[in-house]
């Protein structure tokens, strides 16, 4: 594996070569995009979010900076969605109003970004192009073929993207589930003709490289759902994720034979069971489906809840009901909620919180385990080496992980027989430049982080590292009342704290802090007294000592003086 080598690079080629610039998806979950350049001319593969941690309080959602195309809008040929999930396609909104490229993708990835763009206010149907499964599209010198593969949403893609430099295959999320719910196939023939022909680079899902074996079919969790369903007596509540429209499909199919009603809980969910049903992905018996207002007057046995909230978000209709607080669903002895979604890392202590409130109801719940309740959507070992041996590329660039992910994926290429020096462990802001002949990493490009709030607009890291600060080691306000004229204070300073130490049990602590501002102030000259920004840096520096000396903690200390 190389970061830096070239190949070979001694030899020459009279084609421009390709460059491939991650934006981010490289050593991160989520953030997926990725630019493709030729000359001028750019091509832009998904555009996605990454969803909160818990190090970045108050922050729902990060996106990428995408000032690297925004800067270059004049050249971007267009943007091609492999496939609706939120990691590729929730940053639409923070970059299209600067771009007027068109948007590629099938009809139900579309669906969900109409959606997205409209929850913005942003109308931009007429960028958006429908692609069909096969298709083949010409933008710039870019010829993009679309090819199916099985994920855990419907309308996924892969795409083979051929330049003068050669044919580079970015696989998107993808499984090779030979039953699939909807019956729509993955697509071997496609990707081993484009290896007959020659395929100059393989840019392949990582997020499963660690996972031995092949990945279960989605059909796997029909018989454990079927059997849940068989022998519960009370309500049954099943939450997933909102886009998983093949899992929807299974939960309905299943309440459909054990003759129980369903309803859909949550706005995402139901918006996107909308979406789906309105293209023919969700097929659903006609006096099934019943509104939640109705589920009330429905005998427990009969029914059954599909529920947005898998993942314990606070305001999600699981939490809700999980807290006895949704309006039309309540949980009672004897209920059973299904947790049929993996827990995404870091959401391990909110899904726990959901379930502990949902026991205090007197409900059950049944999650992961064998049989299993939920699988996965992307591919395992075994399949990614399926992968390389059916596209056979010169260059190998695992991509959709973090660096342990992408190592081993790499790892799995040398063992299946591509030479160490092309494979390119590459990460987010590395330029991959490829010529027919030559491979590696050749520089590098600014990239950032920009942090959404839940009121949708943009919030400055330094706000982020000031919540952090706070949090770790609360905030000390200093209140000084100034004579402007004589520069004297006016009375003693107040000094109000909130979590770092309780004031009514360290009160003599916060005397001495009173009596630090004050001989701040007092050796201060009667000039740097009437200078505001002087003087507050002068208790500021004096408090910080004076708690870390005293309490070995850094609180924020802000002063406020007020001038009489």
Known sequence: MTRTARGDA??????????????????????NCTVFKTGPDLLIVDAGLMFGQEQLL?????VPDMSYVVERSA????????????????????????????????????????????????????????VRPGDAITLGPFAVQCIPVTHSIPGALALAITTSAGTVIHTGDFKMDQTPVDGRTFDFQSFSAHGDRGVLALLSDSTNAEVDGFTLSERAVT????????SARGRIVVSTFSS???????????????????????????????????LGYLKVPPGLLIEPREARRLAPHRLAVIAAGSQGEPMSALSRIAVDEHRDIALDEGDLVV???????????????????????????????????????????????????????????PVHGELRQLVNHARLAEDAGLPRERILLAESGDVIELTEKSGGVNGKVGIGRVLIDGTYEEVDEIVVRDRRHISEGGIVLAVVAIDRSTG???????????????EESSRDLMREAARV????????????????????????????????????????????IIET
Do not use: W
């Open 10 to 31: 001694t030899v020459r080629t009279s084609a421009a070569p390709l460059q491939i610039v991650p934006l981010g998806g490289l050593g991160e979950f989520g953030l």
């Open 58 to 62: 108050g922050i729902n959602f990060v």
């Open 75 to 130: 050249q971007v040929r267009g943007i091609v969605l492999t496939h609706g999930h939120e990691d590729h396609i929730g940053a639409l909104p923070y970059f299209i109003d600067k771009l007027k490229a068109p948007i590629y993708g099938t009809d139900f990835t579309l669906g969900l970004a109409t959606r997205k763009l409209r929850e913005h206010g942003l109308l931009h149907e007429r960028q958006l192009k429908r």
């Open 223 to 230: 018989e454990p759902l079927d059997n849940i369903f068989g």
């Open 244 to 278: 998983n429209v093949h899992r929807i499909q299974q939960v309905i199919d299943v309440a459909a034979a054990h003759k129980r009603k369903v309803t859909l809980l949550g706005s995402s969910m139901q918006s996107t069971c909308e979406v789906a049903s309105d």
């Open 339 to 397: 947790l049929s979604a993996r827990a995404i890392p870091g959401n391990e202590k909110p899904i726990n919180r959901v379930i502990n409130h949902i026991y205090r109801r007197g409900a059950n719940v049944v999650f992961g385990g064998r049989p299993p309740l939920h699988v996965s959507g992307h591919a395992s070992r075994e399949e990614l080496k399926i992968m390389l041996t059916l596209t056979r590329p010169r260059y190998f660039i």
């Open 488 to 502: 004297r204070m006016e009375a003693e300073p107040e000094i109000v704290s909130r979590g770092f130490v309780f």
């Open 517 to 560: 501002v004050r001989r701040a102030v007092e050796a201060a000259t009667v000039e740097e007294r009437a200078d505001r920004d002087v003087i507050k840096a002068h208790i500021l520096r004096d408090l910080k000592r004076y708690f870390r000396k005293s309490l070995d903690r850094r609180p924020m200390i802000i002063p406020a």
